[in-house]
T-cell receptor, first 111, second 116 residues
């Protein structure tokens, strides 16, 4: 069993839809949770960063962490075609430690 | 956010040659950098942790004699793929945590290596 599980998709939605991306994990030691966006043939770009449980909002993006369920989510409101990319969740146990990545979910937002 | 650059962005080489990839932190110092490889439609796989002033730490299954890492300064780490073979063709990405928020990492744009 992988430490971090993520549905690979692809997830196809119409423009303007609300997108929900999720990851589950098995190691309760994870405390730092990140979401990265990766366009084709590019390096990952940090989107959201959350420490411990709770919600964090940044523009159209909302990250949720539920440590009791070992479940994290990224919501994208009013999705745009430019949001089409692969979204990777990542987690770390301690500050500065290596990240453990999910497999990535490919999102396609159709105009 | 912090900026990490990589050079070259892509390289094509013949089997048996060595290829050096540079990773630079442009606006911050990084005592630690990470090297990943990514195959098509797959997630990032950590290869090694590059430490300034000391030896790199390699993940299980990664040949340290094949993937040489040198962390020459607080802003530069290099990965040399020695005697490259077609199976080494991949997307190589480096990352560095900033000193202010060590738990987050900023990634370089990646280097696409094709070994013929």
């Amino acid at each position: 069993q992988k430490e971090v599980e993520q549905d690979p998709g692809p997830l196809s939605v119409p423009e303007g839809a609300i997108v929900s991306l999720n990851c589950t994990y098995s190691n309760s030691a994870f405390q730092y949770f990140m979401w990265y966006r990766q366009y084709s043939r590019k390096g990952p770009e940090l989107l959201m960063y959350t420490y411990s449980s709770g919600n964090k909002e940044d523009g159209r993006f909302t990250a949720q962490v539920d440590k009791s369920s070992k479940y994290i989510s990224l919501f994208i409101r009013d999705s745009q075609p430019s949001d089409s990319a692969t979204y990777l969740c990542a987690m770390a146990k301690n500050a500065g430690n290596m990240l453990t990545f999910g497999g990535g979910t490919r999102l396609m937002v159709k105009p | 956010g912090a900026v990490v650059s990589q050079h070259p962005s892509w390289v094509i080489c013949k089997s048996g040659t060595s290829v050096k990839i540079e990773c630079r932190s442009l606006d911050f110092q990084a005592t630690t950098m990470f090297w990943y490889r990514q195959f098509p439609k797959q997630s990032l796989m950590l290869m090694a942790t590059s430490n300034e002033g000391s030896k790199a730490t390699y993940e299980q299954g990664v040949e340290k004699d094949k993937f040489l890492i040198n962390h020459a300064s607080l802003t530069l780490s290099t990965l040399t793929v020695t005697s490259a073979h077609p199976e080494d063709s991949s997307f190589y990405i480096c990352s560095a945590p900033t000193s202010g928020k060590r738990e987050t990492q900023y990634f370089g744009p990646g280097t696409r290596l094709l070994v013929l």
